[in-house]
């Protein structure tokens, strides 16, 4: 399992890279409809979530539980997808949600304003002056997404393997160059150890589904992960009752691994609904 990670700015020919990246065989191009219909099939409106797509909530919105329930099935159908084998995404933060696993190459794409501009104005059909303001406003919401949901710099070069410049490479001389480099980044050895990490990556999540949404057990920002083969517990509680609680659903969905919990008690603590 190989996976192909694409940000872009707007007008930086994302999809088109995207598409010719998935041409390569054995790969699949999962967008913003595939993730969507992924978590429809949980049984979920996906529509609720578009103030938060690709953008930073709004301070109301930032205060509801659709923003958790957002970032929690937003992980859950990456995940679900990558399961399915070597495919190419793009936005989303897929970049970040995978970053440092091995067997993922992670692209930037960028133009210089003025050809972002041009391509803006043909794509909308409008005048510069709106062309300008769309492109702002994207990047705007962009950076503003990864700060608040992933906490890094969107156009910080160093969270990304490579990047390219859309006004001098096109979509197709990407996908060539990239490649061309695939023997490099995605060994038998570092897909092994992906397709591993993914496995306890997809539990650490089953295992914080069951606790939150299936047994309801109130752990205030959960976080699970693995260490070695043990699977830690994060989270602040109000009780050791409730962290024990924890515990046990998490037992009972971490398919025999070895749970510990490093749950913090804060008494009286509670959260905005």
């Known amino acids: 399992m190989a996976i192909i990670t694409i940000s872009r700015e ?3 020919l994302g999809d088109e890279t995207a598409q010719e990246l998935a041409k390569l065989p054995g ?4 967008d913003k409809k595939a993730l969507e219909e992924r978590i429809k099939s949980y049984g979920i409106e996906s529509r609720k979530f578009k103030r938060y797509d690709e953008r930073k909530p709004s301070f109301l919105a930032s205060l509801s539980q659709d923003r958790d329930d957002y970032i929690h099935y937003l992980k859950t159908a990456i995940f679900a997808e990558a399961e399915q084998g070597s495919c190419v995404f793009i936005g ?3 970049g970040v949600v995978f970053k440092n696993m091995p067997g993922v190459l992670s692209i930037f794409l960028v133009a210089p304003l003025e050809i972002r501009l041009e391509r803006v104005k043909s794509y909308f059909h409008c005048d510069e002056k709106r062309a300008r303001q769309i492109i702002e406003r994207s990047d705007q919401d962009r950076i503003g ?3 608040y949901f992933f906490d890094i710099d969107w156009k910080d070069p160093g969270n990304y393997h490579l990047s390219f410049n859309t006004a001098v490479f096109t979509p197709s001389a990407c996908a060539e160059t990239i490649g061309r480099l695939r023997d490099y980044f995605f060994s038998p050895e570092a897909e092994a150890r992906s397709a591993a990490r993914l496995k306890e990556m997809v539990l650490s ?3 914080k589904h069951h606790i939150i949404y299936e047994r309801g057990i109130p752990i205030h920002f959960l976080e699970t992960s693995f260490s070695g083969n043990t699977l830690t517990l994060y989270g602040v509680a109000n009780s050791q ?11 009972e969905a971490a398919d025999s691994a070895p749970v510990r919990s490093e749950i913090q008690i804060v008494r009286e603590f509670n959260v905005i609904p």
């Open 10 to 12: 707007l007008a930086a």
């Open 27 to 30: 790969y699949r191009f999962v």
């Open 92 to 94: 989303r933060g897929a």
């Open 145 to 147: 997404f990864h700060l």
């Open 205 to 207: 999540q089953q295992v």
């Open 241 to 251: 009752a409730l962290i024990e609680m924890a515990l046990n659903a998490a037992r």
